[in-house]
């Protein structure tokens, strides 16, 4: 998609954009876990790189970036981030972060582990229509 210079200049005039790759995410949680002691998910990581790429641009700007996810939804790409190992199943890979991390893991995420599943079958997408109309 691409928009005529002045239009261009007009949008850059309030918006700026970044990407992040996975290996800079990871290099984001693990600087920002070393050196501030936050642990991040994953999606926070990247807003946070996004925001030092601007502030490098801007040093004079102030920069909020805000985060409501928990870096336990994300927790195996979080503990690669922190070099470590992730199990493959994800409640064990919470509690090792937890352990790695000493950051406690929500109450609420927590309690899921000892949940039932309510959602145990799959149906092909071929039934899925006789299965909804059921």
């Keep these: 998609y691409e928009v005529e210079?002045?239009?261009?200049?007009?949008?850059?005039?309030?918006?700026?954009?970044?990407y992040c790759d996975e290996t800079q995410t990871a290099e984001t949680i693990r600087d920002l876990f070393e050196t501030e002691g936050y642990l991040?998910?994953?999606?926070?990581a990247v807003g946070?790189?996004?925001?030092?790429?601007?502030?490098?641009?801007?040093?004079?700007s102030k920069i909020l970036v805000a985060s409501t996810a928990s870096p336990y939804k994300f927790a195996p790409a979080v503990l690669r981030a922190l070099g470590k190992e992730a199990p493959a199943d994800d409640f064990e890979a919470i509690e090792t972060l937890a352990r790695a991390?000493?950051?406690?893991?929500?109450?609420?995420?927590?309690?899921?582990?000892?949940?039932?599943?309510?959602?145990?079958r799959i149906i092909d997408v071929r039934d899925m229509r006789a299965e909804i109309l059921q």
């Design 5 to 18: 210079g002045a239009v261009l200049e007009r949008i850059r005039a309030d918006f700026a954009g970044y």
């Design 40 to 44: 991040c998910d994953t999606h926070t």
């Design 48 to 60: 946070v790189y996004a925001a030092r790429q601007y502030r490098k641009e801007h040093p004079e």
């Design 101 to 120: 991390t000493g950051v406690a893991v929500p109450a609420p995420l927590a309690a899921l582990a000892s949940q039932p599943d309510r959602f145990t």
